[in-house]
């Protein structure tokens, strides 16, 4: 075999080579800058447990998981508490008031519960009517919340300043028929639980829910069908005095269409049976009574009683044992 040349030495074939010109120098490309060193990431310092890692400008550091769950209990804590604030004023065994923190708590409910629950926009009732009829009242007006002056009688005036004034709300209803109107109130008194038993026990022991001159007034909204309920159309009415809360429920009935009553007569008396008192004809003591229980039931269900579930009522006349003109026996639907 013959020998084999040497490889080629120098330059690879096509490569550039640098021109040259007479009297000029070859040109050297200067040799590359060093790079800068790179210096290794910072390692992570060490806290107790937790690593401390540098942050962007402007990154926002996420909250910590035990940070995130303190917060949440603390957010279902206050609603906890709110609530049961609210609810405990009628949450003692069997339904019987709480403390005097809880009994002030309902004191100002007339603020804290929207008007839709305080005052439904209907009330149903079963077996409300006169000989066991259902009965359904649709509200007309509401009015603002306001002072006691020129709600009642001066006697009934006399006889509920001995709890006070706190605040009074009102609303008024019409049946179905729209022949007659209902206007039924909550006065929220300045009274304590010893007050409040006191003047419901007066109520009882002196017949005061059935004395004529103590009836409160109607509010007759303008522009609507109890526009001309005033106080010469009143035929029935109610009182309740609350016990275990710091409230009184009332409710007057009368005649949409204007006509004068020469005899009214206490929803308790008129929802008797046998009378044949206009009030008790008409079916109005029962809408007194059957108003005034259903309010009393919502304002119980806005706070939270147990007891006041709607569509189990028996359509009862409402007058508690001692007389004071509530009762928890009646439920009501308030939808």
């Known amino acids: 075999m013959p020998p084999q040349p040497a490889p080629p030495t120098g330059e690879p074939l096509g490569a550039a080579r640098p021109r040259t010109t007479p009297g000029s120098r070859t040109r050297q490309e200067p040799p ?31 909250p ?52 839709d629950e305080l005052f439904p926009e ?10 066991g009829s259902d009965r359904r009242w649709t509200r007309v007006a509401v009015a603002p919340d306001s002072g006691c002056a020129y709600a009642f009688d001066p006697m009934l005036t006399k006889a509920l300043s001995q709890v006070g004034c706190g605040r009074l709300v009102r609303a008024t209803y019409v049946d179905e028929t729209t022949s007659g109107v209902t206007t039924v109130g909550m006065l929220f008194t300045k009274a304590d639980e010893d007050g409040m038993k006191a003047l419901r026990k007066r109520f009882a022991v002196e017949n005061l829910t059935e004395r004529t001159d103590l009836m409160p007034r109607p509010y007759a909204a303008r522009g609507t069908v109890a526009a001309d309920f005033g106080d010469a159309q009143r035929a029935s009415w109610t009182v309740h005095v609350l016990a275990d809360a710091p409230v009184v429920v009332y409710s007057v009935t009368g005649f949409a ?11 308790a008396e008129a929802t008797e049976k046998g009378e044949t008192s206009a009030a008790a004809q008409s079916g109005l003591g029962h809408d007194a009574q059957g108003v005034a229980d259903r309010v009393e039931q919502a304002l119980r269900q806005a706070a939270g009683d147990p007891d006041a579930v709607p569509g189990a009522t028996d359509g009862g006349s409402g007058t508690g044992e001692d007389g004071g003109g509530g009762t928890r026996t009646h439920r009501s639907s308030a939808r």
């Open 32 to 62: 590359p800058a060093p790079e800068p060193p790179t210096d290794p990431p910072p390692s992570p310092q060490l806290h107790g447990s937790r690593r401390l890692l540098p942050r962007r400008e402007g990154e926002r550091r996420a």
């Open 64 to 115: 910590a998981p035990r940070t995130l769950a303190a917060a949440v209990c603390l957010v279902v804590g206050i609603g906890l508490l709110g609530g049961a604030a609210a609810g405990a004023w009628l949450s003692g065994p069997s339904g019987g008031p709480g403390g005097p923190d809880d009994f002030n708590s309902a004191r100002t409910l007339w603020r804290d519960v929207p008007v």
């Open 122 to 131: 209907v009330l149903r009732s079963e077996a409300a009517g006169p000989g």
């Open 257 to 267: 269409d204007g006509r004068v009553v020469s005899d009214p007569q206490a929803a």
